[in-house]
């Protein structure tokens, strides 16, 4: 069975630290691996990762995909209190729905 | 760009009315629509997949003629929840894609409460 794991579940930090989120997979075929944040309303879109070792970057935040390895992480730099939300991680397998993760909790207190 | 509208955000109803959900994707064309059912606190639950002109296909315990989806162009696709209870409220998220190798972008919710 495909399944997709999310560490830590939850995390607490104050503004200006760094956090790193961890996504691990084990799927029977795979497309890429998707990057989501959800504050009150549905998942917003941050990154989609196919290759190996190639860092995708938006402002603060930064993603890398190990295809041996197996798992994502998800760095955020300098948080503020608006990173606060719930960051799900998702593997397309092509024809089969997008496997998700349980997501991980952040929250940044000022 | 790649904005999906979701409409209406919320919704309360009676008990037995039928309510319909409307998924738009403004700015492509998405070939493939999928409906979400969202419990507090849980992560995305996938109802079904709907594919422009085809019959959608719906996921393992999710009664077709309970959530009736229409995907009639590349642009619209219509979740109707027919004769709704309370159990049937929840968090209802649609997303799209042009295809396969590009990501799922959601609508921002439709959040149904029946009485």
């Known amino acids: 069975e495909d399944k997709v794991v999310q560490s830590p579940l939850s995390l607490v930090v104050h503004e200006g630290d760094t956090v790193t989120l961890n996504c691990s997979y084990e799927v029977t075929n795979f497309r890429s691996l998707l990057w989501y944040k959800q504050e009150k309303k549905a998942p917003t879109f941050l990154f989609m990762l196919t290759s190996s070792g190639i860092e995708k970057k938006s402002g603060r935040l930064s993603s890398i995909l190990d295809k041996k390895e197996l798992f994502s992480i998800l760095n955020i730099t300098a948080t503020q209190t608006g990173d606060s939300a719930i960051y799900l991680c998702?593997?397309?397998?092509?024809?089969?729905?997008?496997?998700f993760g349980k997501g991980t909790r952040l929250s940044v207190i000022a | 760009g790649a904005v999906v509208s979701q409409h209406p955000s919320w919704v309360i109803c009676k008990s037995g009315t039928s309510v319909k959900i409307e998924c738009r994707s403004l700015?492509?064309?998405?070939?493939?629509m999928f409906w979400y059912r969202q419990f507090p606190k849980q992560s995305l639950m996938l109802m079904a997949t709907?594919?422009?002109?085809?019959?959608?296909?719906?996921e393992q315990g999710v009664e077709k003629d309970k959530f009736l989806i229409n995907h009639a162009s590349l642009t619209l696709s219509t979740l109707t929840v027919t004769s709704a209870h309370p159990e049937d409220s929840s968090f209802y998220i649609c997303?799209?894609?042009?295809?396969?190798?590009?990501?799922?972008?959601f609508g921002d919710g439709t959040r149904l409460s029946i009485l």
């Open positions: 997303s799209a894609r042009t295809d396969g190798n590009q990501p799922q972008h």
């Open positions: 709907s594919n422009e002109g085809s019959k959608a296909t719906y």
């Open positions: 700015d492509f064309q998405a070939t493939t």
């Open positions: 998702a593997v397309d397998s092509g024809n089969t729905p997008l496997v």
